[in-house]
Structure formats: structure tokens, C-alpha cells
């Protein structure tokens, strides 16, 4: 008898858990994401969306359980092994002062450089196609200080793609957008062929972009599936305490989800 042979998930956390001191942040989380699908982590303020994302980004070992990229844990991987197959977007990248908004994207080549290795062609090519997809070629040369929120933070997209990866880690990459930007980078992230973990507080942009949605509230993992498994109007009420209304939207056919206030 065949059968099929079961892929296993590029990124999953089995069970881990991290403390602050003695308080439990993230208590037992089991979650995964499969080759080129779209992660997104909802849950009110403090539920532990971005210390998950630093576990899941291999940034901090978990004080138990595990996490493992394409089967292997991250423990097993070198540092700049590990830069060259995931990049992470925090929420507040911090970034040295007089440097330029192509300065900031060039440092997404460094896993692929060293003493020996001069910058090429194809770095540029890669520097270049990331800034246009985050639509800020014309603002190359712009000093970093001078940038609004929100370009720093496409800037920093624009630094995570040229990493080349496969895969990307954001957190809340959306916070400072405008509008058409969040859809934009959305879209863009959700279309890009990575596998992608979001943490984001938009209900409807976590909707209308994820494939799979985990919701976490005080640490721990209250339910984890799809779109329209997931956000429904007890959860919304039970983990964010507001009520809601959700609807099939007639124009992209995805929730909608309207807060009765
Ligand atoms: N290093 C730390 N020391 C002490 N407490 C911490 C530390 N890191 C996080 N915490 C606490 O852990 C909890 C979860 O924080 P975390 O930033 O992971 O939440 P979050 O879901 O990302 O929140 P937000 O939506 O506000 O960004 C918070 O109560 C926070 O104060």
C-alpha cells in the first residue's frame, strides 16, 4: 500500500514555554506553519504574540520544549545558517543613526558575506528588488532618521526580504501604516512564496490575509486553525472581550468582522 508522504511543517514550536523572572509568558504553545503559508498570531495586549515570535525566531532558546525548522531544532543551527534561512522584523528594530535607507537594506546580505567575499552584482540586484517591493527605490538615499514610522518599518521589511529567506517572522509589521500600505505589505508578505508568521492586531487583516490563525491569550494557545474556524464571535468576546459581528464580505468573499460598540 502508498500513500502520501506526510511533509513536516518548515516552522513548529512543540509545547514551549518562557518565563520572565518567574512569570510565565508563554505556557506550552504548540504551534506550526507549513511550506509557504501565511501564520498569524491574534491576541489581546500581553498575551505573548512577540516573546512566541522571539522563541519562534530562534532569538531566545524556549525553558522547555521545542522549536524546529524543517524537522531540525534551532538549537542545531548556526547563527549565520540560521540568518540566511529566517529573518525576523520586531516591532522596534533599532538602527544606528546616519546611515541611509539603502544602508539599512544592504545589512540584510550579511549572512551571505564575509572577509572574503566582496559585494556583487547579484547583492545589488536583491538590495534593489526588495526596496522596490516595498516601494522605496526613489528613497534610497533618504537618511533613516528622517523617515516616518511607517517607511522605517517597510524599510525594515525591505532589510528582512533581502535576507533572501524562507522564512519571515513580523511583528505587528503593520502598527504604523497607513491603510493602503497595510494591504499593500499584506498582500504582499501573504503572496511572497515564504513561509510567514505575523503577529497582528487587525482581526479583519488577519482574516483576509492568513491562512491559519493562532490565538493567544495570557501565554497559553486558546485555539489555532483557520480563518473562519477561528474568529468567530465567542472567541472575539471571550479573548478580547467585545462583541462583534461577522459576516461573509461579498467583495473578496473573506469575514468581515464589524465590533457592535
Ligand atoms: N523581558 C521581560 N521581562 C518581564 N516581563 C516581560 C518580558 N518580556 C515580556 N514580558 C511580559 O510578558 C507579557 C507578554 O508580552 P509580549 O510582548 O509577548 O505580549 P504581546 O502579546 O506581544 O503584547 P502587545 O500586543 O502589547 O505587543 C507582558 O505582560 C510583558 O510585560
Redesign the pocket.
Known sequence: MTSDPVSAPVLAASAVRWL??R?V?VDGVTVSVDEGRTLGLI??????????IRLLAGLRPPAAGKVTLDGKPMSGFARRELARRVSVVE?HSATEANVTVIDVVRLGRTPYRSALSPWTQDDDRIVTEALVRVGLNDRREQFWHTLSGGERQRVQLARALAQSPSVLILD?PTNHLDIQHQIDILRLVSELPLTTVV?I?DLNLAARFCDVIAV?SE?RLVACGSPTDILTEQMIADVFGVEAHISTSPHHGRLHIQFLM
Open positions: 520572565a523572572g512569570k509568558i491576541g489581546p495586549n500581553g498575551s505573548g504574540k512577540s516573546s512566541l516591532q505587528e503577529a492586531h493567544l501565554g
